[in-house]
């Protein structure tokens, strides 16, 4: 997303929309963008810096780290920052600065039932139902023979 300074007035600049393909290729299988990145910014010019404030959303796709389905998710930054020193061109391009912030708010191990909507299949395969509770297997343990 470029931002052209000629046209942030004094008071600053409100923008909102969506942009395609801020995160680029990532390399990774597992992490996929489904749609534009949505933001809600303000921006302004003061003492030869540009600053930026708001929120931006971007929805992806991952696979859960215990069933290793596929999930939509959507990550929300809702104090998207940025103040950066202006050099040169009339224009700024403001993109890497929205990609970190993105990728800083993945979540680091994905569960497809993190929202509650959802039951995870490898959730069900574990759990031993009821309410009975397993009983601890120490007979491996109490075979041992230690020296003392």
């Known amino acids: 997303m470029k ?72 990550i929300k930054v809702p104090a998207f920052a940025l103040h950066t020193e202006l050099h ?8 890497p600065f929205m990609r970190e912030d993105i990728l800083l708010n993945l979540p680091p191990y994905p569960r497809c039932d993190r929202d509650g909507g959802h039951i995870c299949k490898a959730a069900k395969v574990g759990s031993t139902g009821g309410d009975k509770k397993a009983k601890a297997d120490w007979s491996a343990l109490d075979k041992l023979k230690l020296k003392r």
Not at 42 to 71: P, R
């Open 88 to 95: 040169g061109p009339e224009t700024v391009d403001i993109t």
């Open 3 to 74: 931002i052209h300074l000629n046209q942030i007035p004094p008071e600053g600049l409100h923008l909102t929309g969506e942009e395609d393909g801020v995160l680029g290729d990532l390399g990774l299988q597992e992490i996929r963008c489904v749609g534009p990145m949505r933001y809600s910014l303000d921006l302004g010019i003061s003492d030869g810096s540009l600053w930026a404030n708001g929120t931006i959303a971007q929805t992806v796709v991952l696979a859960c780290v215990a069933c290793l389905e596929k999930f939509e998710h959507e």
